[in-house]
């Protein structure tokens, strides 16, 4: 048990309605909503979830006001008012507040939708003349459609770079009046507040970068900051009677000195429209990071690439300048940090994005004083998720974005489980089955836990990930499970349980070429546990995910490193939010990637491998190197199940003939852990 938190669960009044605490859920595009925009069971599910976990303040992201073609929740039409209806009166049965972010894309939404559904009309009239046996028709109309999306495509990117420019007067006041409008069904609705997303169109029109006009909303300060305060006076006249919250986008500062971020504005002038807002009636500010640059990682940084909190500074002026409550979000990871920042007088509101989708109880946790699972900011379920067009779920919540069906069930009865392996799948395994109620054994054969993890948090920037492991180390001792360290598990052992989980993980594999076995040979798996030393020009065989992060290792280690991959790009699976920082280190320390090119024998000079032509022709590649180091993936460990007599179930890494992610070693075990 910790001290329970204090400051961040005061309640707080936001303009016409109070907050029972501090915690709040910022918009995150989650892609649960249904096709049309309406909340469907998934979404309802995740948001009913939050606040059954305690969260005061939740904020639905990116609510269009109009229909788009875009993967957005929408509250263009009366049709759609119902289902948040619904979704108000699941949230408020638990105490919480719901906040829609209202926002209109950088485009012109009805001219990209006219040009799309008369594709999608063209590509109709083709199958109906397929249909009919007129082969000329379809050939003409499967043309005329294809035209019509390259068409609309070129359109939507133009206007990606330019609308903000060129919408015309009459444009901006529809947009106006369709952000009213969907106020107006909002406060219909039951929701308790709208938050304006000052970035996307608002923010691009506020931005010097963006915003080239001449009119009335382009050039002075007060010309770019004009639309958002029209859209602040339009929502109080439409639905006078919500709570009013702008999401402030800054363009910050990277580590380098350079900035972050194209929308929005910069810190001095983002403090002065901050108090323009606070004078047109807005009841709260959100200060957040300004995007537009293409990469969602740079709203959403992934751990090491940003400090923690790296807003908050902004946030602080903020709050000195204004006397109604400042929200702050960015890497706000743990309880402590949060109370700090209510303590301090920094922010009066947090935001724990991605922490809630890793551990919706974080308030309820933070009262109580127990043990919190703690995001680890790697963005491979959540941030990699929206930018590639995929629902969100987080790699350690097993639960994340299937709420409505799964969760942990009541025990069958009294029943000891031993579970063997003591990582992230054998965890996890012994944290639900003590949570069914059951009696828990975990044997480990080391002297630590935690398995690959500590090597995942070997490279650069990695060391968050080992936030998974503290979790469970705080966690278990808790519900009682006992923790066997130094213990190879026994056929007696298992024998003693009623069932038994074996995650007994995976090893690395070596590539089986001619010097494989020379003593210039190292395995990554060893270099990244530091049993292994190498130094001056190594070639790492392997340019996947452990491949790259090892390059990463021995680069910070003054290492020249040489990446030969038989796949035509390295880093394949890696998060595409922190995929451009690895690329811009390789190119800044040379890092030979040598794709495309499979290794054939190694020996005293170095690696002798084979590269493929784009015509499939092969031409010998010699690379020079003093260490090879083998990253070429693993192989599941085998289980001896002689004289083991109770069921067995594998999960994680040697549960199948591939080898599992974090993810999937953690959804193995919780599912395996839920059947017993």
Same mark, same amino acid.
């Given at each position: 048990m910790t001290e329970p938190a204090k400051k961040l669960l005061e309640p707080i009044k936001v303009g016409p309605i109070e907050l029972k605490n501090r915690v709040m859920f910022p918009p995150l595009t989650t892609g649960y909503e249904e096709r049309d925009g309406s909340i469907g069971a998934r979404s309802l599910a995740f948001y009913e979830r939050l606040a059954k976990g305690g969260v005061a303040y939740i904020v639905i992201g990116d609510v269009a006001p109009v229909m788009t073609a875009s993967p957005t929740p929408k509250l263009a039409n009366d049709a759609q008012i119902a289902s948040f209806e619904a979704l108000a009166a699941?949230?408020?049965?638990?105490?919480?507040?719901?906040?829609?972010?209202?926002?209109?894309?950088?485009?012109?939404?009805?001219?990209?939708?006219?040009?799309?559904?008369?594709?999608?009309?063209?590509?109709?009239?083709?199958?109906?003349?397929?249909a009919a046996g007129d082969d000329e028709a379809f050939a003409a109309k499967t043309a005329e459609s294809e035209k019509?999306?390259?068409?609309?495509?070129?359109?939507?990117?133009?206007?990606?770079?330019?609308?903000?420019?060129?919408?015309?007067?009459?444009?901006?006041d529809d947009i106006k009046a369709s952000i009213a409008?969907?106020?107006?069904?909002?406060?219909?609705?039951?929701?308790?507040?709208?938050?304006?997303?000052?970035?996307?169109?608002?923010?691009?029109?506020?931005?010097?970068?963006?915003?080239?006009?001449?009119?009335?909303?382009?050039?002075?300060?007060?010309?770019?900051?004009?639309?958002?305060?029209?859209?602040?006076?339009?929502?109080?006249?439409?639905?006078?009677?919500?709570?009013?919250?702008?999401?402030?986008?800054?363009?910050?500062? &990277?580590?380098?000195?350079?900035q972050r971020g194209k929308g929005g504005l910069l810190p001095d002038e983002?403090?002065?429209?901050?108090?323009?807002?606070?004078?047109?009636?807005?009841?709260?500010?959100?200060?957040?990071?300004?995007?537009?640059?293409?990469?969602?990682?740079?709203?959403?940084?992934?751990?090491?690439?940003?400090?923690?909190? %790296?807003?908050?500074?902004?946030?602080?002026?903020?709050?000195?300048?204004?006397?109604?409550?400042?929200?702050?979000?960015?890497?706000?990871?743990?309880?402590?940090?949060?109370?700090?920042?209510?303590?301090?007088?920094?922010?009066?509101?947090?935001?724990?994005?991605?922490?809630?989708?890793?551990?919706?109880?974080?308030?309820?946790?933070?009262?109580?004083?127990?043990?919190?699972?703690?995001?680890? &900011?790697? &963005?491979?379920?959540?941030?990699d998720a929206i930018q590639g067009r995929r629902y969100i779920s987080c790699v350690l919540n097993a639960e994340n974005g299937d709420e409505a069906t799964v969760s942990i069930e009541p025990g069958d009865g009294a029943k000891k489980v031993a579970v063997v392996g003591g990582g992230v799948a054998g965890l996890e395994a012994a944290r639900v089955c003590a949570k069914r109620g059951y009696e828990v054994t975990l044997y480990e054969a080391a002297d630590r836990l935690g398995g690959q993890i500590h090597l995942a948090a070997a490279p650069p920037r990695k060391d968050e990930i080992m936030r998974a492991v503290e979790y469970y180390e705080k966690v278990l001792p808790?519900?009682?499970?006992?923790?066997?360290?130094g213990h190879a598990a026994t056929a007696d052992d298992l024998?003693?349980?009623?069932?038994?989980?074996?995650?007994?993980?995976?090893?690395?594999?070596?590539?089986?070429?001619?010097g494989a076995d020379s003593a210039?040979?190292?395995?990554? %798996?060893?270099?990244?546990?530091?049993?292994?030393?190498?130094?001056?020009?190594?070639?790492?065989?392997?340019?996947?995910?452990?491949?790259?992060e090892c390059a990463e290792y021995l680069l910070a280690r003054g290492c020249e490193v040489a990446i030969v991959e038989?796949?035509?790009?390295?880093?394949?699976?890696?998060?595409?939010?922190?995929?451009?920082?690895?690329?811009?280190?390789?190119?800044?320390?040379?890092?030979?990637?040598?794709?495309?090119?499979?290794?054939?024998?190694?020996t005293d000079a170095g690696v002798e491998a084979l590269r493929t032509a784009e015509d499939g022709s092969e031409e010998p590649v010699s690379i020079p190197c003093d260490y090879v180091v083998m990253a070429v993936g693993s192989k599941a460990n085998a289980f001896d199940s002689a004289g083991v007599t109770v069921p067995v179930t594998l999960v994680g890494d040697c549960s199948g003939e591939r080898t599992a992610d974090i993810a999937s070693a953690i959804r193995t075990a919780y599912a395996a852990a839920n059947a017993i």
């Open positions: 699941a949230v408020h049965r638990h105490g919480a507040k719901l906040a829609l972010q209202l926002f209109h894309p950088e485009y012109d939404v009805p001219g990209v939708g006219r040009m799309i559904m008369g594709a999608r009309m063209a590509a109709k009239a083709a199958q109906e003349a397929k019509i999306t390259r068409d609309a495509y070129a359109k939507l990117h133009h206007d990606m770079q330019h609308f903000v420019s060129e919408a015309s007067v009459e444009q901006l409008a969907a106020a107006a069904r909002a406060e219909k609705a039951g929701i308790d507040a709208i938050e304006i997303h000052g970035d996307r169109l608002v923010g691009s029109l506020c931005s010097v970068a963006l915003n080239h006009r001449a009119d009335e909303y382009g050039g002075s300060f007060e010309n770019r900051v004009r639309f958002a305060l029209e859209v602040v006076a339009a929502i109080k006249e439409a639905a006078p009677g919500l709570m009013l919250e702008y999401k402030l986008p800054v363009i910050m500062q &990277n580590p380098d000195g350079s983002a403090c002065d429209l901050a108090v323009l807002l606070e004078r047109a009636g807005v009841d709260m500010i959100q200060v957040a990071q300004a995007n537009h640059t293409g990469n969602m990682g740079d709203t959403i940084p992934p751990m090491g690439t940003m400090p923690y909190n %790296w807003t908050l500074p902004v946030a602080e002026r903020v709050k000195a300048l204004v006397s109604i409550p400042v929200a702050t979000v960015g890497r706000v990871v743990t309880v402590e940090a949060g109370e700090k920042i209510i303590a301090d007088g920094s922010a009066d509101v947090v935001g724990y994005g991605r922490s809630l989708l890793c551990d919706p109880d974080i308030a309820l946790k933070a009262a109580a004083g127990e043990p919190i699972r703690e995001c680890l &900011n790697c &963005n491979k379920g959540c941030v808790g519900l009682g499970v006992k923790v066997e360290l024998n003693a349980a009623d069932a038994a989980i074996v995650a007994v993980g995976a090893h690395d594999v070596a590539v089986p070429v001619p210039k040979v190292v395995s990554s %798996w060893d270099v990244l546990a530091g049993s292994a030393e190498v130094s001056g020009k190594v070639a790492v065989i392997g340019g996947g995910l452990v491949g790259t038989m796949l035509d790009k390295i880093a394949a699976g890696e998060s595409a939010t922190i995929l451009p920082t690895i690329m811009a280190e390789f190119a800044e320390n040379g890092v030979e990637q040598h794709v495309n090119t499979r290794v054939t024998a190694v």
